[in-house]
């Protein structure tokens, strides 16, 4: 504790010295927090914006869950076999059409059929009736529509060159798309919204998304055995397939970029510690000198060292909050990125990694200067700083 | 052609899942067979270096390809094996590839009661003459052809978009790291020149005026930031091909994801320059603007 206070002292006695330290490593720091937030941050947002949906199971044609695999056909038939399955509680067909409205407003069609609706209703009612829908609050804005007004769309359904009339539908309510991608505003109805909008009747989905009323993935396994032509995937495997392909370069410019910035950290605290302790030479041999055992002097060094770091570290807290939100927003514009995902996200971990690696940043700078201080021969000391 | 929304698979399915995930050339453009001349009577085809490796292909070896469905299934002999062209849109999905003559990929794709003529590609890619003028040349197709799109290669960046935001988030990491450097140097710089005390304060007590110290610690600064400069070009130059050599293994693909240009080069020695002189100037100003006396300790 006299250390750490006499190290204090120290600092105090050279205010700008010791503030422009504190102030490059909580810059430092901001930069690691932000990378540890973004090393796991997007599998931590995808496995909650999963959760949140409420579906445990998810069966595509081609185990893409991006809107351009494969649909699947004889989607009513599926549906229902899977119904039968005990261990199934509810079931939803999804199909995504691209449309255009005016503006020109591209948008996402979005058709559902089963037990319940993948969205969440901010304001209105559910579509009930033959062009109604729901539409999320970017579209809503965007084309300026409340409940009552009408949505004329142009689908998109075969091609992207496909030109097919325009569709009126009717808003009857405003709602939380969980996957709705930025920049992409989505308007979600039933199936025979998305059948008027591209003027042909189909019976294909892109996605049929499934709770498990037992166990999810002996229930994902009854789900193969009874449909083996389609891909089934538990909540689990899509953020492991995710953290295998999609994710990964996040994950490894992140450690890059942590290491870089540790090192970045390590190198300048070691420089400033050991030209601090070099200028203060002849007033360390004389603390010896006057009592001050090896020890002491060694721990004031590492205490000074703790202080910058410490000190820095709970800056960088607040800065690297701050600085992700940015960077965030900047990653957000990246295409297909639904908007409730996040790339930073806290979790009481990272705080405990940061707060782990400043730590040994802090004693690993300190380890060379201390070792200064440990071989002072305080009698040549003395007499040199009293010749100079 | 095949159809958009049927252009994916997985790779244990092979031979539809190949197709699915067709890029079809013009036979034109194809190259020739290299490394063995295909049998009489069966059409070639091109696979791309991961599929080859996944379905351990060898030039030469005959393939069953067929559309999703698996109906007209037809022989292919390999007459080749590519490296496919970096896609930013695709890093961390392993391209499973054929290349195929465009009127083969027609016959597997077309509907057999198609009529004749009835068939479309999904794009025409044209090389001009040196010289030309490729917008003056869209324009003049796209006023000829009202029912195509004809736009520069250069515009057709869509599927750069992703790498084009990961451009702006290292110009913030970039950003921050350049603030944290210039905080640490002026901490760095102040406590050297505060080392120096003395012997500014003696250099000033013998008559050498302020600007002449400051010249001095001028062109310490630039010789210091310029050596630190190369050294940084140098580092960087080393950790390019390391970090070129990672990624590119890890994700299976040619792409660059470092690369020192010449103009990356001279914008960060236009940063690091100034920005370690400044430092140094300004923390010796400090200094300078003390007493002579004080500064000897006299």
Redesign the interface.
Known sequence: MRALLFAWRGLVRQP??AT??V??VA??G??LFDMLMLSDGLIVSMRDLLERTGFDIRVTA???LRR????MRDTRATMAAIRQLPQVGTVLAIRFVEAEADGPVALTLEGVQGDTRPWTLLSGRDPAGDGEVVVSQALATAMRVTAGSELVVRARC???DEVLPPARLRVVGIAEFPFELVGDPTAGGGMDVLDAACASRTDESDIILVSALDEVDATAAAIRAAQPRV?VATNEQVIGRLQR??F??FR?ISS??SAVTLA?ALL?IT??LT??V??RLGEIAALRALGFSRRRVVADVLCESVLIVGLGGLISLPLGAA?AR??DS??K????IPGEMYFFVLEPTTLGLHATLLAVTAVAAALYPMQIVARLPIAATLRNEVLS | MTPRRSARGGPSRAAAWAVAVIVALLGATLPAPAAAQPAAGLPTVLVSRQAAEALNLSVGAVVQVAPPDGSRARDFRVAGIYEPTPDPSRLGNAIYALRLHLPDVLALTSPADAPKGAESVDAINIRLTPGADALAFSRDVNARLPGLAARPTTEAGAAAGPFRVLERFHLAIALVTIIASTVFLVALTVMLVDERRETVGVLRLIGLPTSRVLVQVLIEGVLVAGAGSVFGLALSLVSEGVINRFFQWRYDTALLFVQVTPSVAVTCVLIAIPLGVSATVVASWLLLRRNALRLARR
């Open positions: 700008a010295r422009l330290g102030l490059g810059a430092v901001a930069l081609s185990g893409d351009v695999g494969d649909r075969a091609s992207r891909n392909n999609g990964t370069y490894q890059v970029l970045f300048l420089v400033l030209v601090s070099n200028q600085l940015g960077l900047i990653l514009t990246m295409p297909g």
